[in-house]
């Protein structure tokens, strides 16, 4: 059974930092793609970045310079560092696990961020 869970979100004030991680189990986690959307109300989910098995990644230009995903196989462990947050970074964000190219995608239940002052 696979599992994916994000943890890390709450309140921030705006140009604060958070960091979200994304657990999962019951894949071979190096071999998985992984990522980050998010859904703000009222808006279409949008991708936020990703990262390859290979550990290339690719970021939303909302998010270049201030986000950051990393990954870390020995804990099967993916995280995205924020910084310098705004308002507009407020959504719910999903983390995502493919397991092979091509194959299944499997998400979070999701995790709230809020900046605000």
């Known amino acids: 059974q696979v599992q994916v869970a994000e943890s890390g979100g709450g309140l921030v004030q705006p140009g604060g930092s958070l960091r979200l991680s994304c657990a999962a189990s019951g894949i071979i986690f190096s071999f998985a793609a992984m990522g980050w959307y998010r859904q703000a109300p009222g808006k279409q989910r949008e991708l936020v970045a990703s990262i390859s098995s290979g550990g290339s990644t690719n970021y939303a230009d909302s998010v270049k310079g201030r986000f950051t995903i990393s990954r870390n196989n020995a804990k099967n462990t993916a995280y995205l560092q924020m910084n310098s947050l705004t308002p507009e970074d407020t959504a719910v964000y999903y983390c995502?696990?493919?397991?092979?190219?091509?194959?299944?995608?499997?998400w979070g239940q999701g995790t709230q961020v809020t900046v605000s002052a």
């Open positions: 995502y696990a493919q397991a092979r190219v091509g194959g299944p995608t499997y």
